[in-house]
């Protein structure tokens, strides 16, 4: 075993990213001996993060990610040897999926659950766009060739299925709102129902729920405290992001300054 490797697994043994940090290693170790480029699956932003750590340990590696187009959250890394002078191919395809609007209204949920009845890993795929009567789905070059003959439907709803182009998707614009609040302490409870509008109770019943994450890994307490620059995601209700602590008030109470991420 690698010293890299060797300290990398001990860091994220028995952690919910300790299978993706795995796979990754693998990756980078490939990488290294071909010193040329390897691609991962599709990783979520916790799963990123994750790849940047990895190529953070190893000499000679840089890591990239794509997914398809500007802005997308799930995204393929590749990692590249410093000895490797062209540029990494990701094979990043599109696949559109339509039916008809007026007798269907089908969401991301819906999509997903077609793709994954079909057997298709969830790394196997990217975003997933749905809009009225339509879905587009990022993946790889050979998953969307078995999705072009395999697809068919969307629960009851019948599709048709064709080659798309990532031109055709607009860039992701995030829509934001500044939240300036006073909490009691920086707990994630407390700080949860801050940036996402809802009691302390309700976030604390979310917590229990293993609804809210903190940096793209579950909460495993309210009492987990947060600091400048975390994120907490909750199921239903998006991103917050906290972007600044500013100290306590007169009554005791800390300041914060978040972005909700809508």
Known sequence: MTAAREKLARFYRGTEGEAVAVRLIDLA?????????????????????????VAANFDGISVTFDGGYPGAERQRAA??????GGAPSFDVAVVRAEWPAEFA????????????????ERDAIGDILVSSGV????????????????WSSIGAARVRVEADSAEAIAPREERTKEISAT????????VAA????VSRSRAASDIEAEKLKLNWQPVK?????????????????????????RGKTKKGRIGVSLRRYL
Do not use: N, W, Y
């Not at 405290?225 to 917050?240: A, H, N, P």
């Open 29 to 53: 170790e490939q990488a290294v001996r071909s010193r040329k480029f390897r691609v991962s699956d599709f990783l979520d932003p916790f799963g990123m993060e994750i790849a940047e750590t």
């Open 79 to 84: 990692f590249v040897h410093q000895d490797f």
């Open 105 to 120: 209204r089908l969401t991301h949920r819906d999509v997903l659950g077609a793709l994954m009845g079909l057997g298709v």
């Open 135 to 150: 879905a587009r789905v990022l993946t790889g070059a050979k998953m969307a060739e078995f999705l072009l003959t395999e």
């Open 183 to 190: 909490v009691a302490s920086l707990r994630a409870d407390s």
């Open 194 to 197: 801050a940036g996402f509008g």
């Open 221 to 245: 307490s309210a009492a987990q405290t947060v600091k400048e620059g975390d994120v907490l995601s909750m199921r239903g209700r998006g991103r917050v992001e906290v972007v600044e602590v």
